[in-house]
Every structure is written in C-alpha cells, then in structure tokens.
C-alpha cells in the first residue's frame, strides 16, 4: 500500500492527515503552534511529526506518495511572497521540506483556502469539473476550481473571493483596508455589523449588538422579526455574490462551509432564492448550491489530492 500524508498549516495548529492510495483518511494528528512562530522551525516540526508517523506506521519512503501542504497565503508553483503568522515569506515550501528528508519526497503546496476548495469538490463526488468554494466565518474565503485543478491567478491570489467588490450602500471597512468588500457583509463579523446598523429597528427583537451569528440564525429560525431582517440582508448579499461569481465562472456547484454554514439549509434556500431572482441567463439557474462536507478537515483533504 502507498500513503500520503496532507498537511494544513493553521493560525495555532497544523493539521496533518495519513491518506492510503485511494485518499481515504487512515489517521489524523495535530501538532500546536504560536502565532509569529520561526518558519524554519515549522517545517522542523512538520518533517519531525510526519517520520515520526511513517515510523509508527512501519512504512517507507518507497511507499510515500507525496506530502501535500496548505498554508494560509498566496501560493504561486509552490512559492509564497507571504502568509500570516508563520513568518514564511519569499518562501518556497517545496525545497524547505523536501531538504529535511533522509530520500527524495514529492512536495506539493497551495492556499489553505483552494485546497479545501479541492477536498470539497472531488470529495463530494461531482460530475462537474468546476466549483466555488465560498466559506463563512470571521471573514471570507473560498477557493475556485476550474477544469478540476486550482485557479492560482498569475500572481496566486486567485479565489480571493472574500475581497470582491460587493456593497456601495454600508461601506463598512474591511480588514484590507478598502470598503464594500463581501467580507464586510457576508461574514460573522458582517452580520454583527448588520445588527449595529438596523438596531434602531430592533424593538422587540432577542437580538443584541452582542449576539453572535448562531445566536441570530437561531432567532430568526424562531420568528423573530428583526433577526429575519437581517438574515434576510445577508442572503441578499451573498446572493449577489455568487450571481457575480456565476456570470464570470458559471460554475456547476457553489458550496457554502465554515461556521456560518451550520444555519443549514435555511441559509442555503435563502441564498439561492435571491441568487434565482437576480440571474441574467438561464444557465446560470443550473448552478447548485451545496454544503460543505469535509469541515475543518477540508484542508487536508485537499492537501493530499493536490498529489492526485
């Protein structure tokens, strides 16, 4: 039997998972970092772990596939310019890992963010070879898949989706820098956002400037008429998101995960009604709307089906 290993560099834990031939997850294992850690000293920690793992395992290098890594960053032919919280920048993941082995091992990286976009669409078992990842949480991020392979963009920042240009009547600030981002309305953040701004209109209404997304999804499920609104607002602009995604792609799938998505398919239903009331062609309305399977162990997932 041959393995492969997928590797997810978070902000505070790396994620690595052993895979057998067929991409099925045998094992998983977390190694803790800090923020700001030596990059150096990551890539000591992940190599130590991973012939730790082989060790165990009682498996040799001649039956390792590969190892597939996905960091938090623009990632361009396996080089990075930068990422946060890692200190990998002008950083070629490919030559650091592969010096510290004892024989030659495949090493292939991406962004975390399109390699989850990749563990989700092969893992959902698709006949369609492209689809949008887009995943809700303190802000946005996604990923996109075009002809079954990652769309890096010629610099890397390809699927990049949380920074579209999206709103012209909050103009909330985002995190970028700039205002009206899709973040900035589309995230946990944007909906807290959404909640300051209308609490005028909160009268009667559970929901507090201190309510988290959950706490607001929960209400509207309950009827509550403010909370509806502002749900309402969200699903309008993340409609408008994937409708701008769609006449630019026309993917066959777009899939929704991160923590906003566990609202479920009254998100999803919400989303799509809107996105079928703003569509200009017919072929767009062909497009699914979906929810993310893999969760948190998306990234390496596709860590590992980057060697595929």
Sequence with gaps: MNYTFGVDKGGTTIKIGLFDNEYNLLDKYDITTVRNIDGSQIVIDTVNKIKEIMEDK???Y???SGIGIAVPGPVKNNFIISTANINWNNFNVRESFE???????RIVSANDANSAALGEHIMMNSNSSNTVLITLGTGIGGGIIINNKILEGQTG?????????LDEFYNFECGCGRVGCSETVGSARGINLLVKYHLSEADGSVITTRSSAQQIFDAAK????????????????LAKLSN?????????????????????????NRIQEHYLSMVSFDSQR????????????????????LLK
């Design 222 to 237: 309950s009827g509550d008429e403010f909370a509806l609104k502002i749900v309402d607002i969200y699903s309008k602009y």
């Design 58 to 60: 009682k498996f040799s």
């Design 244 to 268: 701008t995604i769609s006449v630019i792609i026309t993917p066959a799938t777009i899939i929704f995960g991160g923590g906003i998505s566990k609202a479920g398919d009254f998100l999803i």
């Design 286 to 305: 062909e497009t699914k709307f979906k929810l993310a399977k893999l969760g948190n162990e998306a990234g390496m997932y596709g860590a590992a089906l």
């Design 157 to 165: 920042v390809g699927g990049e989706i949380g920074h579209v240009p």
């Design 99 to 105: 010096e510290l082995f004892d024989e030659p091992v």
């Design 62 to 64: 001649d039956q390792l």
